[in-house]
Structure formats: C-alpha cells, structure tokens
C-alpha cells in the first residue's frame, strides 16, 4: 500500500488520536525498520522502547511460532505453562513474589492502583485511599491512569475522574512529608519517560521508601518504559538501593508481542484473591511464552550490561552536540532512554530526521527522545549524531 493510499483509507477509517509521520514501516531487520518502498531507517524508538531486543531476535521469533502453532489462547480457568514459567522467572529476578497479567501497561497499572487499595482495605485501612503520583507523570490513558498522569491536555473533557489523587514534585525532598496517614499509594517512574526523561535521583527514591514504611503506603514503580534492560539493568529499581512493593511492566517485556504484569511482594499481592481482578487475555499462552523468550534472551545476551556501556556512549555523542548548539539545553536520561531538551519544539527536527532515514520522536513538546532497541550498533548512533548535527544547523539558521 502506498503512502497516499494508506493515508486516504487510514484517515477515513481510523480515529485521528495520532500524530501520524509520513511512513508506512513494513518491516524490521536488527535495529532498522524499511517503509513499503524498501527505504531503510535506523531506529531511535523501537515502537516506544518496545522492541528492545530489535525484530530479528531468533529464539523470540521462533518461540512466537511455535507457540502458535500449538495455542494460542486458552483462558485463567486453566493452567498454563508458560505463564507458570514466566511467573517464576519473575519472582527469580526481582526483589517481588507474585504476579499478575495483563495486557497493557495501562492495565497493569490500573490493577496496581487496584491493589494498593484492596491490600489497605483488606487490613482494615478504609482511610488509606490517597493515591500520590509525580508531577510530569504518564501512567496510561484508562481514568485511573489519567487521573495519576500529570498532564492536564489528556484529562481535556473526561468529566470527573476517581478522587482521592495528588501529586509532588519528582525529587523534591521537601515535599516528601504530603504522604501521611491517608496515603494508600505513590507510584513512581525511575526515570520518566513521557514526562521528558528525567530520572528520579535514589536519594528522592530512597526518602520515598523510608516515608512510605513511616505511614504505611504502597511503594509502587511505574518500569513500564524504564524497564526490561533499557536503562542498564533488567528492573530499574535496581540502581536505586530501594525496593518497591509493587513494580508494573508492559512494553519490551514481549518484544512487541502485548503484555502487561503487575508484581507485587506477598504480603500485598495476597489481597489479589479469588474474584478481586481479571482479565481475558492476561498472561495467555502466547504472550507469556514471547515474554519469557524474551526475557531469559536480555539475560542470556547480557543486554543491561550491552545497554550500560552504549548508553554511556550515546550520552558522551549527545552532550557534545548540547555543548556546541544553542538551541540544546540538557541531555536527560539514562542507559538507552535518553534524551535532549530543546529551546524550541522537537517536532520539526523529528520530520526532518525522518526525511534523512533516522525514526526518532519528541516527547513533552520540546524535548528529542531516544529509545533505540538495545541491540543498537555505535556505528547507527553515529550516523545519526551526523544528521543531528545538521538538521540543528539548519534549525539554527
Ligand atoms: C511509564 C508508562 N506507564 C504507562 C504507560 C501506558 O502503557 P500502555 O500504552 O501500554 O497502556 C506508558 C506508555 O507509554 C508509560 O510510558
């Protein structure tokens, strides 16, 4: 299909919640992704930090196929193996005991919310409901995950949402004593990623577990974006020196396949009992099957480390162009979710990049985000440090 046919058909009989760019990608080989007129493009996104592990992953793909051709789907009225597999790799590598699936990162975070405040329920803290976000937060788009999201544009025209919500500045420790007796949860992101990359310091998060501990709250992180390998370790939290009680995923953890988890330590996660939540697809044979190929794959390729060292890399190339253009005020982020905050808004640099075969986008209006899958070679990064540096040129003029 043709980029014009695409765009009459798609505009007629899509809704337009999308801001489009000018491409049809058909397909993806390591870390590139070709339109349908065999163009080629190395990849700054990874369809939003998703394909972590690029398109060409062998064990992932074949996992897919095989597990297709035995099932598909099936349902929670049984048991699944690879769900059982995936749930144990899980509890294995993380500071957690229990999981449960979804499908989205904006389900795992709804049934994270759920949680908190069926675990203070459950031991008789009806009054614990406050739920305390950041400021400059993205959790999802369901009402719940809205109303923790602290951008007002999303929450345009949606009615009342769920009361009961607040927000802090990310790493102001002054702010840290708003969580009181009435806290039932905060959620964090470790770094941000719609907000603009910025990284939530671990003295900021080390204070948040020690205020939730003091007054009994749900310390729940939001890795949905951060985590699975792309800040430089398979959990974010790790760099941090603290454990949340609640971590939620989604994105890479199926390489593209959809799949969502909610984590929990056992105290919490046992007030998820019979007939408190569920889902249909949550934790189906396919997707867990892909996630847990996925998984043992960034453990087995050591991709945290990989991430580590050309993230350290990626950010040296980014600080010199800040260094040297005007209209770049910071580089933001870490490992390979990274980013630059621009004096003027990032699209334009976005369109322009793309024209010259690099996918890339913006986030929070002015700032050029770079999630790049994680199997990303120092020769595509600097190539397109090449086209940067020309397209803020021609910007500059
Ligand atoms: C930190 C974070 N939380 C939640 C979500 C929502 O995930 P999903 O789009 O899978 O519903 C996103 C998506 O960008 C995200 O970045």
Request: with cysteine.
């Amino acid at each position: 299909m043709d980029l014009q046919n695409a765009k009459d058909i798609g505009n007629k009989h899509i809704m337009h919640t999308y801001d489009r760019l000018d491409v049809v990608i058909e397909r993806g080989e390591g870390a590139k992704v070709y339109d349908q007129e065999g163009r080629e493009y190395d990849d700054f996104l990874s369809g939003i930090a998703v394909c972590n592990l690029g398109y060409s992953n062998e064990k992932v793909n074949r996992t897919l196929h095989e597990q297709a051709d035995k099932i598909i789907h099936t349902s929670n009225y049984y048991w699944v193996e690879s769900q059982i597999k995936l749930a144990e790799f899980l509890a294995e590598h993380s500071c957690t005991d229990q999981v449960f699936f979804a499908s989205t990162g904006t389900e795992a975070n709804e049934a994270a919310v759920k949680l908190a405040r069926r675990y203070q329920y459950d031991r008789g803290m009806e009054n614990k409901r406050c739920i305390i976000a950041m400021e400059d937060s993205f959790h999802g788009r369901s009402l719940t995950a809205l109303t923790i999201t602290d951008n007002d544009d999303y929450k345009e025209g949606f009615g009342d949402l769920p009361d009961d919500f607040g927000f802090i500045d990310l790493n102001d420790l002054s702010q840290i004593e708003k969580i009181d007796d009435c806290t039932c949860a905060v959620i964090v992101e470790p770094v941000q990623g719609e907000g603009g990359l910025c990284i939530a310091e671990p003295e900021f998060l080390q204070a948040l577990r020690k205020r939730c501990d003091e007054t009994g709250a749900v310390l729940i992180f939001d890795e949905i974006q951060c985590g699975v390998s792309r800040t430089g370790s398979l959990f974010a939290y790790e760099q941090t020196g603290v454990e949340p009680d609640i971590i939620t995923m989604a994105k890479g953890m199926g390489n593209g396949i959809p799949i969502g988890a909610v984590l929990a330590k056992k105290e919490i996660a046992e007030s998820f009992q019979l007939g408190v939540h569920g889902t249909t697809f949550g934790g189906n044979p396919l997707s867990t099957a892909v996630a847990l190929a996925t998984l043992e794959e960034h453990i087995r390729l050591d991709i945290p480390g990989r991430t580590k060292e050309v993230g350290a890399y990626f950010k040296e190339q980014l600080e010199k162009i800040v260094n040297h253009f005007e209209s770049c005020k910071e580089v933001r982020g870490k490992g390979l979710m990274l980013g630059i905050e621009l004096t003027f808004k990032a699209r334009p640099v976005v369109d322009k990049m793309v024209e010259r075969g690099f996918i890339l986008n913006s986030t929070a209006e002015n700032v050029l985000r770079f999630v790049p899958p994680l199997i990303i070679e120092k020769e595509a990064i600097d190539r397109m440090i090449e086209s940067l540096r020309e397209v803020l040129k021609e910007c500059e003029s």
